[in-house]
């Protein structure tokens, strides 16, 4: 979509950078949404960072994780995965029911599916 001079005085009297503007409409939100919710710059208290540090958490990580859905509390403490790589036994299961590597390891990222559900749920037909 093309950002029209309205839409960008609009954006620059709400302080919204175009890129966030131009991810809110890729995520779903309407014109008008994208162009008024206020911007909000992510930083952490000390405690949390301190939290993050302990448990090896990387900070984007840590807004990866709540961006995908999960509790501020369980991005913060969840121990990081090591690997979202295949065993050939996987390899195997993925190709069976039609999942392509890539699109398993997609899934694997974020924290509604689970290691089963993500090889094994054949793609959607779009």
Not at 20 to 34: C, D, P, Q, W
Not at 52 to 70: A, D
């Amino acid at each position: 979509m093309e950002i029209t001079p309205e839409i960008r005085a609009k954006l620059k009297k709400n302080n919204i950078p175009e890129h966030t503007f131009e991810k809110r409409l890729y995520k779903g939100e309407s014109i008008e949404e994208a162009s008024t919710r206020p911007f909000q710059k992510k930083t952490l208290d000390e405690a949390t960072k301190e939290t993050l540090r302990k448990n090896g958490i990387k900070y984007t990580t840590y807004w990866q994780r709540v961006n995908r859905g999960m509790s501020s509390e369980e991005a913060m403490t969840k121990a990081p995965q090591k690997s979202n790589k295949l065993t050939e036994k996987e390899k195997k299961i993925i190709k069976e029911h039609g999942v392509s590597e890539e699109l398993a390891k997609r899934r694997l990222r974020y924290p509604n599916w689970t290691r089963k559900q993500a090889l094994t749920t054949p793609p959607s037909k779009t």
